[in-house]
């Protein structure tokens, strides 16, 4: 598997469903991004997120990993990317990304992150997932997204990004 191509989309299905949630300061043009200690992606710098419990809807447990990672609670988080990921070990993961500029708590660090804000022109790409970088900035200026990737370890090896989503 070299492409998103190889792959039929219609009837692939995810390993795990994960949730990852962006929380924005738009007074002050800066979004809240965490340095990741543990499991996939650990290193890497991200945004709050994880896996979706049994029994939990995706914006549950965008709150709830909200809360766990960096005690924030995201208010009325709203779903601006569908991202589906291929890896070539077999393992593929289904996320989808919420973002919200209305919060309530302080931001702490915890086991699984470390959070900081960071400048909406000042994100480190370089220190991210590969896709964040195609798609993250048309979500952040509100578009909704789909995207299909195909990784092999961390490295991008194909993709495909377009706009809108079905409901």
């Known amino acids: ?6 792959i039929d989309w219609a009837t692939w299905q995810p390993t795990e469903r994960a949730v990852i949630v962006y929380i924005t300061d738009r007074e002050r043009g ?13 290193g890497k710098v991200n945004a709050p997120g994880g896996r979706i419990e049994p029994g939990e809807t995706p ?5 709830r990993e909200c809360r766990e990672e960096v005690s924030l609670t995201p208010l009325a988080p709203e779903k601006r990317a569908e991202l589906c990921f ?7 993961l289904y996320g989808e990304a919420f973002f919200t500029d209305s919060w309530e708590g302080v931001e702490r660090a915890s086991a699984e992150a470390d959070p900081f804000w960071c400048e909406l022109s000042a994100i480190p790409w370089e220190r991210m997932w590969e896709d964040d970088r195609y798609w993250l900035p048309l979500a952040l200026a509100g578009k ?24």
């Not at 598997?1 to 190889?6: A, G, L, N, Q, T």
């Open 30 to 42: 800066r979004v809240l991004l965490i340095l990741k200690k543990t499991g996939l992606g650990k």
């Open 144 to 167: 909704k997204i789909r995207g299909r990737y195909v990784f092999d370890e961390d490295r991008m090896i194909s993709q495909e990004l377009v706009e809108g989503f079905g409901e």
């Open 1 to 6: 598997m070299k492409s998103y191509h190889d």
């Open 59 to 63: 914006v549950q447990a965008a709150v």
């Open 86 to 92: 291929q890896f070539t070990s077999g393992y593929a």
